[in-house]
Each structure stands twice: as structure tokens, then as C-alpha cells.
């Protein structure tokens, strides 16, 4: 199983980036999907997620509003809209699969499946 990230860049503040995650093996489409972020010398964390029909989403507090995750099972792949970044959403994402959205209350806590990451820059 492969998760395939992209769609990282540099980009001013207030811009827009759409990451796309392409996953190889169609038993992930019966899985739920992730977005994760990790900052310099910060934790991992997630950033928002999907269940495998797409019917229920995640958004962490910081990206809500801002953010939207899709999928589109018919082409394997996963999609993080994100628009009116800021400096703070500097990090490198990944994606992720479990075979569940919640565990124990919490998001994908510890995802089966991560893809590497895609570098995201927000600068002036």
C-alpha cells in the first residue's frame, strides 16, 4: 500500500493550495483518510480527516473555515483545499489511512498507512 502526497509550495499569505494524497491499493477506499501537519520542532498533528464515505469530516480548531478535505474514490485520491494560509500553516503534510475516523474520542490516533510528506510554505 502506497499513499502518494502533492501539491506543496511556496505561497504568500492569504493564498491558496490544494494537496492531493493518491493511494494505490482500492482496499483504502473503505478506509478513513487524514491530513496530518508537522512543524519545525513542533508535534505532529492532525489537521483534518475523512471518513470513508465521505459523509463525515474533521477540522482541527486552527483550519476550520479555511481548510476542506474531499475524496473521490474513483481515482483513489484524497484532496486538502486550503485557502487564506498564513504563516502558521508552515509545515510539512502528510497523509494518512486508518480503518477508522475515531478511536478511544480521537481522530486516526494512530493511522495504519502514511504517505510522505509534501512540504508547505507560507511566506512574503
Known amino acids: 500500500v502506497q499513499l502518494q502526497a502533492s501539491g506543496g509550495g511556496l505561497v504568500l499569505p492569504g493564498g491558496s493550495l490544494r494537496l492531493s494524497c493518491v493511494f494505490s491499493?482500492?482496499?483504502?477506499?473503505?478506509?478513513?483518510m487524514g491530513w496530518f501537519r508537522q512543524a519545525p520542532g513542533q508535534d505532529r498533528e492532525v489537521v483534518s480527516a475523512i471518513s470513508y464515505t465521505g459523509g463525515t469530516t474533521y477540522y482541527a480548531d486552527s483550519v476550520k473555515g479555511r481548510f476542506t478535505i474531499s475524496r473521490d474514490n474513483a481515482k483513489n485520491t484524497v484532496y486538502l483545499q486550503m485557502n487564506g494560509l498564513r504563516p502558521e500553516d508552515t509545515a510539512v503534510y502528510y497523509c494518512a489511512a486508518d480503518r477508522w475516523l475515531t478511536e478511544d474520542d480521537k481522530i486516526m490516533p494512530e493511522p495504519g498507512y502514511w504517505g510522505q510528506g509534501t512540504l508547505v510554505t507560507v511566506s512574503s
Open positions: 491499493d482500492n482496499t483504502l477506499r473503505d478506509y478513513a
